[in-house]
């Protein structure tokens, strides 16, 4: 059985940064999708990026396009998102995904695995 599990969020001003990371667990091999999703209060859970782990191609929404980058670090097997240049905008429950093969990146009803999620906050 697959786990996820988030950190790295907090409160911070706009034009700041944060990295978040999701730590994989509890199955011998990971899956090949991993996607960071988010969910403001009221609104939709939207796809903010995926990696495909073979070949560490990527996908962005493009709303953090240019801003937002995501990594695999094979060392301590997880998959991080770096965000730069926040804006208030940007608040929201932060969830990592994984699937073996979700189809579209961005479809959140396609994943299987998930974590519990993490707050970010950006204050104007």
């Known amino acids: 059985q697959v786990q996820l599990a988030e950190s790295g969020g907090g409160s911070v001003q706009a034009g700041g940064s944060l990295r978040l990371s999701c730590a994989r667990s509890?199955?011998?091999?990971?899956?090949?999708?991993m996607a960071w999703f988010r969910q403001a209060p009221g609104k939709e859970r939207e796809g903010v990026a995926s990696?495909?782990?073979?070949?560490?191609?990527?996908s962005y929404a493009d709303s953090v396009m240019g801003r937002f980058t995501i990594s695999e670090d094979n060392a301590k097997n997880t998959v991080d998102l770096q965000m730069n240049s926040l804006t208030p905008e940007d608040t929201a429950m932060y969830y990592c995904?994984?699937?073996?093969?979700?189809?579209?990146?961005?479809?959140?009803?396609?994943?299987?695995?998930w974590g519990q999620g993490t707050q970010v906050t950006v204050s104007s």
């Open positions: 509890g199955a011998p091999i990971s899956p090949d999708y």
């Open positions: 995904a994984a699937d073996w093969n979700p189809g579209t990146w961005s479809a959140h009803d396609h994943y299987n695995y």
């Open positions: 990696i495909y782990i073979p070949t560490g191609s990527t």
